[in-house]
């Protein structure tokens, strides 16, 4: 499975972005997919997932409210809406999926890895 993301900027604070993350190879086994972000010096942060299948969703702490996660499986893509973005929003945002069911929180449980989009938020 290859991640490729897309959609990072430069944004002032309040503005909004849409993250995307193409995915292509094998992903019919890929239970779900997940936007993690890592700030410089903090660890990885899960965010948000969705099922490939019923499209349910999960979002951690920092996800709730202001990101919205979303797909669209005939172009096997998935989305990451962010609304009213601050400055400690800044940070390289990944997308990844797993095979693990159970809409899974942790990085390590995640298989595979998109590069990542650096995402700045200026106040």
């Known amino acids: 499975v290859q991640l490729q993301a897309s959609g990072g900027g430069l944004v002032q604070a309040g503005g909004s972005l849409r993250l995307s993350c193409a995915a292509s190879?094998?992903?019919?086994?890929?239970?779900?997919a997940g936007w993690f972000r890592q700030a410089p010096g903090k660890e990885r942060e899960f965010l948000a997932a969705?099922?490939?299948?019923?499209?349910?969703?999960r979002y951690g702490d920092s996800g709730k409210g202001r990101f919205t996660i979303s797909k669209n499986n005939a172009k096997n893509t998935v989305y990451l809406q962010m609304n009213s973005l601050k400055p400690e929003d800044t940070a390289v945002y990944y997308c990844?999926?797993?095979?693990?069911?159970?809409?899974?929180?942790?990085?390590?449980?995640?298989?595979?890895w998109g590069r990542g989009t650096l995402v700045t938020v200026s106040s």
């Open positions: 990844a999926t797993t095979y693990r069911v159970g809409m899974v929180v942790t990085a390590k449980d995640y298989a595979y």
């Open positions: 190879g094998r992903t019919s086994n890929n239970y779900a």
């Open positions: 969705i099922n490939w299948s019923d499209s349910s969703t």
